[in-house]
């Protein structure tokens, strides 16, 4: 057995890699988002709904880690399938209904929680571009780019939601 060296790490698909390895960065930015959304549940009170649909989301996140970590393999594991791209969907129905129409866009921030929950938002971006430049070096299913897209769309409705619930104002961004 070769020796393990510092610059490298062992993937899910049993792949001994280097750190700046393009699936290993797709991973750090999966787990960067999770984290990002635990800090968020820690700004909400137990139960509350959008906390309980940010670990679900979590729960998601480590479903799509584990998918990547195993690109460039034949090993088995958990995907992400139509029903995690189904709960978004439901997600995103259910709170565009609470929320008014944007005719502008609008500044991130607001309270602490809808705050990080934009830039959560961004992180889910940027995770999807890292998404799309995996699936042309690797076989990947298309499903998790889809999944991606709709995550940034829910994240930030649910920034919106968070915000209107606790009575901050959203700024609207006007061209002058």
């Keep these: 057995m070769a020796e393990k060296r510092d610059d490298e790490t062992i993937l899910l698909s049993g792949q001994r890699v280097r750190k700046d390895d393009v699936r290993l960065e797709a991973c750090g930015m999966i787990d960067e988002l999770s984290s990002i959304l635990g800090v968020v549940r820690a700004f909400l009170r137990d139960g509350d709904e959008v906390s309980e649909a940010l670990l679900k989301i979590q729960e998601h996140l480590f479903i799509l880690g584990s998918q990547i970590s195993a690109l460039g393999s034949e ?10 791209v189904k709960y978004l969907d439901d997600l995103i129905r259910e709170y565009e209904k609470k929320l008014p129409k944007l005719a502008h866009f609008i500044y991130p921030g607001g309270a602490p929680a809808g705050a990080l929950l934009h830039l959560a ?15 042309r070096r690797f076989q990947l299913d298309l499903i998790v780019i889809t999944y991606a897209n709709k995550l940034s769309k829910a994240l930030f409705l649910l920034a919106r939601y968070v915000n209107l ?10 061209r002058s």
Excluded at 75 to 84: A, P
């Design 121 to 135: 938002r961004a992180v889910a971006r940027r995770v999807e571009r890292m998404l799309v430049a995996l699936s």
């Design 165 to 174: 619930r606790e009575g901050f104002e959203e700024k609207a961004w006007i």
């Design 75 to 84: 090993r088995s594991c958990q995907k992400i399938e139509e029903t995690h």
